[in-house]
């Protein structure tokens, strides 16, 4: 049966900025803020990638900019906020997505041994010190207008260690104390900030992690990059993957006006892997 009384839940017209835009979550995020009316910065230290990710949302009928962005780079994040401000309006959400699992020569970290201080400073560069310097950057016009909504993509593994990629999961860890702390900073401000954990979720960085699985446990080894990512998946309670979707409707939410009072949450969209 159709309603003519379609649930409006506060966001169209508003502007987001999405960092590492083109990769796979990126894009989810990118299609559920759209679907809703939402105006698009999509942002990632690609130029192709953020360029192909607007192209994609032409459908939706929203504005749509692409931009190149190294969130490690201060001034980057100083002047894409600045951008954002004057070529969209105002700056009313931003969703820290960017991340990567290691540095260029990156390995599975079991034993411990095999992580080299590249993966652990690339990873904490991007994951942690990424999102400090674009909260840093957009909160002041936030607390002006008295409303922003501060959304940090942490993980499964931020939650719940995981001892092959001990890095990576304590920089998620850190994106999560992070979103707390700052949440009770701006909580009079009328700025909410939570993070939202995703599962797994098939996209560039799994094929990265699939490939050193292959290499270093016999057990994977001659099984295609997909069969060990499946095998993950079947170990979860639900049995199923996180499309990029399931990620972006969370973010939606946390967005919207349904979630006007959660604040310093870390959600998890992980298949039920972890329950606490
Ligand atoms: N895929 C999963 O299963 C999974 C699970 C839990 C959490 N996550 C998190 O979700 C987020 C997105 O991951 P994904 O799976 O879409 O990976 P992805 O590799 O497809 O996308 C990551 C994007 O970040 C961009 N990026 C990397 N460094 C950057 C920088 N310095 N500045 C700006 N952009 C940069 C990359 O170019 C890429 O487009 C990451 O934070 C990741 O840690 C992913």
Redesign the pocket.
């Known amino acids: 049966m159709s309603s003519t009384h379609a649930r409006e839940r506060g966001l169209k017209g508003k502007v987001a900025l999405i960092?590492?835009?083109?990769?796979?979550?990126?894009r989810g995020i990118a299609r559920c803020l759209a679907e809703e009316g939402v105006h698009l910065a999509l942002?990632?230290?690609?130029q192709s990638?953020a360029e192909t990710a607007a192209e994609e949302m032409e459908e939706f009928g929203v504005n749509v900019i692409p931009h190149t962005?190294?969130?490690?780079d201060k001034s980057q994040c100083v002047d894409i906020v600045d951008a954002i401000n004057k070529e969209m309006g105002s700056l009313d959400i931003v969703v820290n997505?960017?991340?990567?699992?290691g540095g260029t020569d990156f390995k599975l970290g079991m034993p411990l041994s095999d992580i080299n201080e590249d993966d652990w400073d690339d990873t904490y560069?991007?994951?942690v010190k990424?999102v400090f310097l674009l909260c840093q950057a957009s909160l002041e016009k936030m607390k002006g207008k008295g409303w922003g909504r501060i959304i940090n993509?942490?993980?499964?593994?931020g939650r719940d260690g995981r001892e092959t990629i001990p890095h990576?999961s304590a920089s998620?860890a850190a994106v999560i104390i992070f979103t707390q702390a700052l949440a009770r900073e701006v909580a009079r401000a009328g700025i909410t900030v939570n993070a939202v954990?995703?599962?797994?979720?098939?996209?560039?960085?799994?094929e990265?992690l699939a490939t050193q699985f292959r290499k270093k446990f016999p057990n994977f080894k001659g099984k295609a990059a997909r069969e060990v990512f499946d095998y993950f998946v079947e170990q979860t309670p639900m049995g199923v993957e996180?499309s990029?979707e399931d990620?972006g409707r969370a973010v939606a939410f946390l967005a919207s006006d349904d979630a006007k009072t959660i604040t310093g949450q870390a959600i998890l969209v992980d298949s039920g892997a972890v329950m606490h």
């Open positions: 960092t590492g835009a083109g990769g796979g979550i990126g942002a990632d230290i690609s990638g962005l190294d969130v490690t997505n960017a991340g990567v699992i560069n991007v994951n990424g993509i942490s993980s499964r593994a990576y998620k954990c995703p599962g797994l979720i098939w996209s560039a960085m799994w990265q996180q990029t990620i």
